[in-house]
């Protein structure tokens, strides 16, 4: 079984970083997903693509998949880019070009 080992991203629909401070453990699909013959619904013969495990650190998530003997892989988050900027940057004028006289 192959597991994937991550960090979650921040939620797109709000502005903190709640609910980040975790890794997550998910196992990938063994078997195609495809529709259902009697309600059309996309299904799997197997339920293990639906694990998914919290862990405090990525190295009890390894430690666990370890333990398992499952194959997995760990994501290393990106790191957080923060451009600094003031208030009144966003009200500033650019400055004017000014000609000079050599450039006649």
């Known amino acids: ?9 921040k939620n797109a629909m709000q502005s903190g970083r709640a609910k ?6 998910e196992c990938d ?3 195609r997903r495809g529709p259902e013959s009697l309600m059309g619904w996309t299904s799997a013969s197997d339920t293990k693509g639906e694990i998914r495990m919290k862990f405090d650190t990525a190295e009890d998530a390894v430690a666990f998949a370890k333990k ?4 997995y892989t760990v994501a ?9 900027r003031n208030y009144v940057d966003n009200f500033r004028k650019p400055a004017p070009v000014l000609k000079t006289s050599e450039s006649k």
């Not at 290393?76 to 600094?84: N, S, Y």
């Open 76 to 84: 290393t988050p990106q790191a957080r880019i923060i451009t600094p």
């Open 29 to 31: 699909d063994e078997t």
């Open 68 to 71: 398992k003997g499952w194959e």
């Open 20 to 25: 980040t401070d975790f890794w997550l453990l």
């Open 1 to 9: 079984m192959k597991a994937r080992i991550y960090q979650p991203s």
